[in-house]
C-alpha cells in the first residue's frame, strides 16, 4: 500500500465521520477546498443523505410535539 492510498482513506474516513470539509483541506494542505471536494466528491452522497435524515428527523420530532401539545398542524 502506497503513503497516498493512507491519505486517501484517512480523509475519506475523516469525511464520514463528518468532520468539517475545510478542517479536512487543512490536513491535507490543500491550496483550496474545491480540491479536497473535487477529490472526495464519492463520500458526499452517503453525507447527503445522513443530512436529509437528520432534517427529517428534527421536523417531524417537532411536527410530533406540536401535536402531543394539543397543536393543528399548519398546511
Avoid at 1 to 9: A, N, P, V, Y
Avoid at 29 to 34: D, E, F, K
Amino acid at each position: 500500500m502506497r503513503f497516498h492510498d493512507l491519505r486517501h482513506s484517512a480523509a475519506t474516513l475523516l469525511l464520514c465521520m463528518d468532520v468539517n470539509v475545510k478542517v479536512v483541506q487543512e490536513i491535507l494542505g490543500h491550496s483550496n477546498i474545491s480540491m479536497t471536494m473535487d477529490t472526495y466528491s464519492h463520500v458526499l452522497p452517503s453525507m447527503q443523505r445522513d443530512a436529509v435524515s437528520k432534517w427529517d428527523s428534527e421536523f417531524l420530532l417537532q411536527f410530533d410535539d406540536s401535536l402531543d401539545q394539543g397543536e393543528k398542524p399548519r398546511e
